[in-house]
């Protein structure tokens, strides 16, 4: 049958209230994305250098296997520069370049990583984003937090107008209407580190990085049923 009385009734009065909740935690994995360049004279040297840089530097991140979460290959380029030759175009050098992403769970390697990695020559380091994973206990215990303050703040209406709660008839997340942003994606604070000229004299030292605590929300929507007040 359908509810012909969506806001309640005398007999039946309806409560509708919300709650929030918010958390700051610790991130639990921090990314980094790697852009390889390299330029070379013609296709195939230029790509044989690439591929040779890209191979090593995926073995580096690799050897930090017990840190690692994830580590992808975005995207790849090699592209053709043109210069004019008399009335033609010919082709002055080729440039190469390969985007790599990955994500660490350990942050003291990460420091130790980053530092590797900006030390190449033609590298780019962008990073570090912070963030939770998808399953972190932080996002349970925020939800959690957000439905109780919903049930104290109905109490205290109901406990103002001298009755008691009855029932709960609803309970919704407005997120599943206007979905927020994925957890886990970048967030602010991030750096860009440029590799300098190559035949560093010794390795450099490891960034000591202060993870960026993380703020998870929560709010729900609830509407419960109360015992008729005495007015």
Same mark, same amino acid.
């Given at each position: 049958?359908?509810?012909?009385? !969506?806001?309640?009734? @005398?007999?039946?009065?309806?409560?509708?209230?919300?709650?929030?909740?918010? /958390?700051?935690?610790? @991130? +639990?994995?921090?990314?980094?994305?790697? $852009?390889?360049?390299?330029?070379?004279?013609?296709?195939?040297?230029?790509?044989?250098?690439?591929?040779?840089?890209?191979?090593?530097?995926?073995?580096?991140?690799?050897?930090? +296997?017990?840190?690692?979460?994830?580590? #992808?290959?975005?995207?790849?380029?090699?592209?053709?520069?043109?210069?004019?030759?008399?009335?033609? +175009?010919?082709?002055?050098?080729?440039?190469?370049?390969?985007?790599? $992403?990955?994500?660490?769970?350990?942050?003291?390697?990460?420091? #130790?990583? $980053?530092?590797?990695?900006?030390?190449? &020559?033609?590298?780019?380091?962008?990073?570090?984003?912070?963030?939770?994973?998808? *399953?972190?206990?932080?996002?349970? &215990?925020?939800?959690?937090?957000?439905?109780?303050?919903?049930?104290?703040?109905?109490?205290?209406?109901?406990?103002?107008?001298?009755?008691?709660?009855?029932?709960?008839? #609803?309970?919704? *997340?407005?997120?599943?209407?206007? !979905? %927020?942003?994925?957890?886990? =994606? !970048?967030?602010?604070?991030? =750096?860009?580190?440029?590799? %300098? %000229?190559?035949?560093?004299? &010794?390795?450099? !030292?490891? /960034?000591?990085?202060?993870?960026?605590?993380?703020?998870?929300?929560?709010?729900?929507?609830?509407?419960?049923? =109360?015992? @008729?007040? $005495?007015?």
């Amino acid at each position: 049958m359908t509810d012909t009385q !969506p806001y309640g009734t @005398p007999d039946q009065p309806r409560l509708a209230v919300h709650g929030e909740a918010h /958390l700051e935690v610790d @991130p +639990e994995i921090a990314g980094l994305t790697i $852009t390889i360049t390299t330029r070379g004279p013609d296709r195939r040297t230029t790509l044989d250098d690439l591929t040779r840089r890209n191979a090593y530097v995926i073995d580096l991140i690799k050897s930090y +296997e017990n840190a690692i979460e994830k580590l #992808e290959t975005g995207a790849f380029t090699l592209t053709p520069e043109l210069t004019r030759h008399g009335r033609g +175009e010919r082709v002055r050098t080729h440039h190469g370049a390969v985007r790599i $992403t990955t994500e660490l769970n350990d942050f003291t390697a990460l420091g #130790e990583l $980053t530092t590797r990695l900006a030390d190449l &020559e033609l590298t780019r380091v962008d990073g570090p984003w912070w963030s939770l994973r998808h *399953d972190s206990p932080a996002h349970t &215990e925020v939800r959690r937090r957000a439905v109780q303050q919903a049930v104290v703040r109905a109490r205290e209406y109901a406990d103002a107008l001298g009755t008691t709660l009855t029932a709960l008839v #609803e309970l919704s *997340d407005p997120g599943a209407d206007n !979905p %927020a942003p994925a957890y886990g =994606m !970048p967030a602010p604070g991030g =750096m860009a580190f440029r590799s %300098a %000229a190559p035949g560093a004299a &010794e390795p450099a !030292p490891a /960034l000591d990085l202060e993870p960026q605590r993380q703020t998870v929300r929560a709010r729900v929507n609830a509407r419960f049923i =109360m015992a @008729p007040p $005495t007015l």
